[in-house]
């Protein structure tokens, strides 16, 4: 099974900072990753897939990079709205894996 | 508007059995790949099953093959879960979620999920 660890668990920042977040995978998944943000009590909500791609609907200050096994998510300039819990996900091969997310708090 | 809404979550005893539903709505469903994806109390996402569009290719986590069975009736829109002789570490809020298709290729990312529904395993 590939596994996905992400870096930070945690994160305080401020409104307007810009934020990475990271995730490695265990072995390489060219480009199959997707990043979802979960806000507390909701269904989560997928903002970028094939590492780079904005989904439709999603702010561009949301972006992602990376392939093979490292990945990055940054948000350039932090909404009172992004804070959430993130994840990444790898879907290059079953079983399907999440990352175990990261926590963006406001500081 | 796609509407994915689960129901069948309760508690139910450790080895006891549980079948959750899903009822789709919104997009073609028999189209689509259909997964179960769970979240225990606090903790993150764990994928839990998958099936293809007609129902004959099933996929599973190792932590509930030959406990949980996964289906889907394309008459009536439907997805199910058979869970059985469950274990405490069951316990999670259950979503059901659609897979993600542009006009030429689909992922197994989820775009519409449902609201999700609760099973505890205990005593």
């Known amino acids: 099974d590939i596994q996905m660890t992400q870096s930070p668990s945690s994160l305080s920042a401020f409104v307007g900072d810009r934020v990475t977040i990271s995730c490695r995978a265990s072995q390489g998944v060219s480009r199959s990753v997707v990043w979802y943000q979960q806000k507390p009590d909701k269904a989560p909500k997928s903002l970028i897939y094939?590492?780079?791609t904005l989904q439709s609907g999603v702010p561009s200050r949301f972006s992602g990079s990376g392939s093979g096994t490292d990945f990055t998510l940054t948000i350039s300039s932090l909404q009172p709205e992004d804070f959430a819990t993130y994840y990444c996900?790898?879907?290059?091969?079953?079983?399907?894996?999440f990352g175990q997310g990261t926590r963006l708090e406001i500081k | 508007e796609v509407q994915l809404v689960e129901s069948g979550g309760g508690l139910v005893q450790p080895g006891g059995s549980l079948r959750l539903s899903c009822a789709a709505s919104?997009?073609?469903?028999?189209?689509?790949?259909m997964s179960w994806v769970r979240q225990a109390p606090g903790k993150g996402l764990e994928w839990v099953a998958s099936i293809n569009q007609d129902g004959s290719v099933k996929k599973y986590v190792d932590s509930v093959k030959g406990r949980v069975s996964i289906s889907r009736d394309n008459a009536k829109n439907s997805l199910d879960l058979q869970m059985n002789n469950l274990r405490a570490e069951d316990t999670a809020v259950y979503f059901c979620?659609?897979?993600?298709?542009?006009?030429?290729?689909?992922?197994?990312?989820?775009?519409?999920w449902g609201q999700g529904t609760l099973v505890t395993v205990s005593s």
């Open positions: 996900q790898q879907y290059a091969s079953y079983p399907i894996t």
């Open positions: 979620a659609k897979l993600y298709c542009t006009s030429t290729t689909c992922y197994t990312i989820y775009d519409y």
């Open positions: 094939d590492a780079s």
């Open positions: 919104g997009f073609i469903f028999s189209s689509y790949w």
